[in-house]
């Protein structure tokens, strides 16, 4: 059960963190949010796209695992093998809250209750003398770079939706063993529509710093048939 609290050295300095457990909670997860920062080094391995949520309509770039709900095709016996994991994955068991005297500021919470936290093994989160570790230095740059990248990246989505290049990506895929699936809810760019681009939008684009994230993902797409050679040797039991 989660137990989030606020991170306090005079609580929490004998805690110690189990990397490896923290990660793998990740397995269950075919997908997580990603922000723009991070773009180029998840396109090495993971599609990008966007998800759009189905009762606000709100669109989140995400980075893929899995063709549906609960798969991770990067995650074998509670252990990663990709070349780069997602911020989202790397903050656990972290997140940041609201100060409670000041609602403009953060706080760094833990969440006690997951399985990853411990007392004997794991990386430790404060020294013996409560002085932050490098660890939790670490973490405190990847919650950083998450909260500040959130308003870049919803600008970006706000900017490639107002253009008209979002459409679905209507995934039918047939494996080896015949079974089939269909991936819903996910959106990539229209590339009909961005080469329709009036030269002002294209430029609008360039100098916002867009055009690369836009041809990133587009790029990344070749990593479906990477997620479906993991899942055609899945199914056989590789």
């Given at each position: 059960?989660?137990n989030?609290?606020?991170l306090?050295?005079?609580?929490?300095?004998s805690?110690?963190?189990?990397?490896?457990?923290?990660?793998?909670?990740?397995?269950?997860?075919?997908?997580?949010?990603?922000?723009?920062?991070?773009f180029l080094?998840?396109?090495?391995?993971?599609?990008?796209?966007?998800?759009k949520n189905?009762?606000?309509?709100?669109?989140?770039?995400v980075?893929?695992?899995?063709?549906q709900?609960?798969?991770n095709?990067?995650?074998?016996?509670n252990?990663?093998?990709?070349l780069y994991?997602?911020l989202?994955?790397?903050?656990?068991?972290?997140?940041?809250?609201n100060?409670?005297?000041?609602e403009?500021?953060?706080?760094?919470?833990?969440?006690?209750g997951?399985?990853s936290?411990?007392?004997?093994?794991?990386?430790?989160?404060?020294?013996?003398?409560?002085?932050?570790?490098f660890?939790?230095?670490?973490i405190?740059?990847?919650?950083?770079?998450?909260?500040?990248?959130?308003?870049?990246t919803?600008?970006?989505?706000?900017?490639?939706?107002?253009l008209?290049l979002l459409?679905?990506?209507?995934?039918?895929?047939?494996f080896?063993?015949?079974?089939?699936?269909?991936?819903?809810?996910?959106?990539?760019?229209n590339?009909?529509?961005?080469n329709?681009?009036?030269?002002?939008?294209?430029?609008?684009?360039?100098a916002?710093?867009?055009?690369?994230p836009?041809?990133?993902?587009?790029?990344?797409?070749?990593?479906?048939?990477?997620?479906?050679?993991?899942k055609?040797?899945?199914l056989a039991?590789n």
């Open positions: 059960m989660s989030l609290v606020a306090d050295h005079s609580i929490h300095q805690i110690r963190v189990n990397t490896q457990l923290a990660e793998a909670q990740g397995g269950h997860l075919n997908m997580v949010p990603v922000v723009l920062s991070e080094k998840l396109a090495v391995q993971f599609p990008i796209g966007f998800a189905k009762d606000t309509g709100k669109f989140t770039c980075a893929l695992f899995g063709f709900d609960g798969e095709l990067f995650v074998q016996h252990q990663w093998n990709a994991l997602p989202q994955i790397r903050r656990q068991p972290f997140f940041l809250g100060s409670e005297s000041n403009n500021e953060f706080v760094i919470c833990i969440d006690t997951h399985q936290i411990g007392a004997e093994q794991g990386e430790p989160i404060f020294d013996s003398t409560g002085k932050e570790t660890y939790l230095e670490n405190k740059s990847i919650l950083a770079e998450l909260i500040n990248g959130e308003a870049a919803q600008a970006f989505i706000n900017t490639v939706a107002t008209k459409q679905p990506m209507q995934l039918e895929i047939t080896e063993n015949g079974e089939s699936t269909r991936v819903d809810g996910i959106y990539t760019i590339e009909d529509n961005l329709n681009l009036h030269p002002d939008a294209i430029n609008s684009l360039h916002q710093g867009y055009l690369r836009i041809y990133t993902i587009i790029t990344s797409l070749g990593h479906i048939y990477g997620l479906i050679d993991k055609n040797k899945s039991g």
